[in-house]
């Protein structure tokens, strides 16, 4: 009675037969249980990639010291660079700002 279909090609199988007849391959597998073990073997890494208040804030009152942190976090931590980055440019402008008025 070919009352299954072959997981792999779609073929009906006679239920007591463990091996395809059409693609010759083991008509039965569970294809859940591999999807389930590639989920399982690549836990994420989660990476923090979030710049602190106050690493921000200071990258905006000493825009040197955000500006050295946008380098070292360029690769490993490009949205906390981009934060302290901005914060340190702006930091930056309204100093330069600043002091050309006093100049
Ligand atoms: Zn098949």
Redesign the pocket.
């Known amino acids: 009675m070919k009352d299954k279909h ?1 997981t ?4 009906a ?1 006679d239920s007591a037969t463990k091996y ?1 007849p ?4 083991d ?1 039965f597998q569970e294809i859940v249980n591999d999807r389930e073990r590639t989920n399982r073997s690549e836990p994420q890494r989660v990476v923090i990639d979030q710049a602190g208040c106050l690493v921000v804030l200071l990258s905006f009152i000493f825009p040197i010291v955000g500006l050295v942190l946008f380098l070292v976090w360029m690769n490993t931590r490009p949205n906390s660079a981009k934060a302290v980055g901005i914060a340190a440019l702006i930091g930056f402008l309204l100093q330069a700002g600043g002091f050309s008025i006093y100049v």
């Not at 792999?8 to 073929?11: E, I, V, Y």
């Not at 059409?22 to 391959?25: E, I, R, T």
């Open positions: 072959c792999n090609c779609g073929h199988v395809c059409n693609c010759g391959n008509a």
